[in-house]
């Protein structure tokens, strides 16, 4: 999905083209029909050849997957979650994205979340 996002549509070899490692083309389709048949991506044929294209924003996307990681690793525990997020980093978060979690955090501690 994130290949097809980046490029705004794609063929199965244009994906297996920018997915690192070597790849199997036979994968790569499967997993393409299986995002399709979940409502992710749909495709048109030009000359014989599929090009797949997102159906959903990447926002939903997101948020679908990271539903889907919230509720298989940590059970709907979102502190949890987020510790685990933020210990993996590693990365020195900027001012502005210190105050955007505060935010959140003051917002639903407020709203008794």
Do not use: C, W
Request: proline content about 3%; aromatic content about 6%.
């Amino acid at each position: 999905m994130e290949v097809i996002y980046q490029l705004g549509e794609a063929t199965a070899v244009e994906v297996m083209d920018n997915l690192p490692g070597k790849t199997v083309n036979a994968t790569v389709r499967t997993m393409l029909s299986v995002l399709e048949e979940k409502g992710y991506l749909s495709h048109r044929r030009e000359k014989g050849t599929y090009i797949y294209s997102p159906t959903i924003p990447l926002s939903k996307a997101r948020r679908s997957a990271l539903d889907h990681v919230m509720e298989t690793f940590f059970k709907g525990a979102e502190a949890s979650a987020a510790i685990a997020i933020l210990k993996k980093s590693e990365a020195t978060l900027s001012e502005r994205e210190v105050k955007m979690i505060l935010d959140v955090i003051g917002k639903t501690r407020k709203e008794g979340r």
